[in-house]
């Protein structure tokens, strides 16, 4: 059995049970070549999922599951249905990964590219992985700093703090999906944004770099998570906001929630 050393602990690699879900909006006609060729690109099975449609929730739907200012920091924006979409979606793939029975699910959405430095990223994140854990593939390398608890071989794994945005690829164990389930039965903010909050999650999530993933959403005709124009007021305050909400958030981070 192989051992590998994480936080100063010797630990057994994991021996399998690993399945990727790719989150693809059926109605997206034009990404279907996108996933088959990041299907045909990973090492474990794959499930293409259908991501729940932002157009097919009702009001009945949105009220069940989000409610604004549940947790603080506030999040000083309303959700829109899309995000809202989008944040179901994800809970689909960690209640296959529970439901399942399986070791971990690799998660991924469907304008991520694999890049040749990936095999490698994920066969540090797989050696690495504990059945907590939530290890993330950042489209953006260089964004997050924190202490190491992996390297070799010219890749590391860090834990960030504060957590990185952007939920593209993440490896997660099935007691992680677990708790993300359980604390997300009801949410206020988008998904990414919640999975910085270790403090609700109860998870302390990782990330592997270089990733060896990247997001190509503009090659493939922008965002499916569409936006109204936004008049200019609103604009402006989304401006101001947003840099105050994350520096809330990274100094409950440092705080240690």
């Known amino acids: 059995m192989t051992l590998i050393q994480v936080d100063d602990t010797a630990i057994p690699a994991p021996a399998g049970g690993i399945k990727a879900f790719i989150i693809h909006l059926r109605r997206a006609h034009d990404r279907q070549p996108q996933v088959q060729r990041l ?27 989000y409610r604004r200012h549940l947790h603080r920091p506030r999040y000083p924006f309303a959700l829109s249905r899309s995000e809202i979409a989008c944040f179901l979606s994800h809970r689909e793939a960690w209640r296959s990964i529970v439901d399942q029975g399986l070791d971990a699910g690799l998660v991924l959405e469907d304008d991520v590219a694999l890049e040749p430095g990936f095999p490698a ?9 504990r059945p907590g854990d939530l290890i993330r593939f950042p489209v953006q390398e260089g964004r997050e700093r924190g202490p190491e608890v992996f390297a070799a071989d010219g890749l590391r794994i860090i834990r960030p703090n504060p957590v990185g945005l952007r ?5 997660i164990g099935r007691d992680a999906a677990g708790r993300l389930l359980a604390a997300t039965e009801r949410f206020d903010r988008p998904v990414d944004t919640t999975a910085q909050m270790s403090w609700v999650t109860g998870l302390s999530p990782l990330s592997v770099e270089p990733s060896g993933v990247r997001e190509i959403s503009a090659t493939l005709g922008g965002s499916t998570i569409q936006r109204k124009k936004r ?12 840099p105050l909400y994350r520096m809330k958030v990274a100094a409950r981070s440092r705080a240690g929630g």
């Open 39 to 65: 299907a045909a690109g990973l090492p474990v099975p794959v499930e293409v999922m259908d991501a729940v449609d932002a157009l097919d929730l009702s009001d009945a739907d949105i009220d069940r599951v």
């Open 121 to 129: 990223a994920f066969a540090a994140a797989r050696a690495c992985l």
């Open 167 to 171: 939920m593209a690829a993440q490896l």
């Open 231 to 242: 008049p200019l007021l609103d604009k402006l305050a989304r401006e101001i906001l947003r």
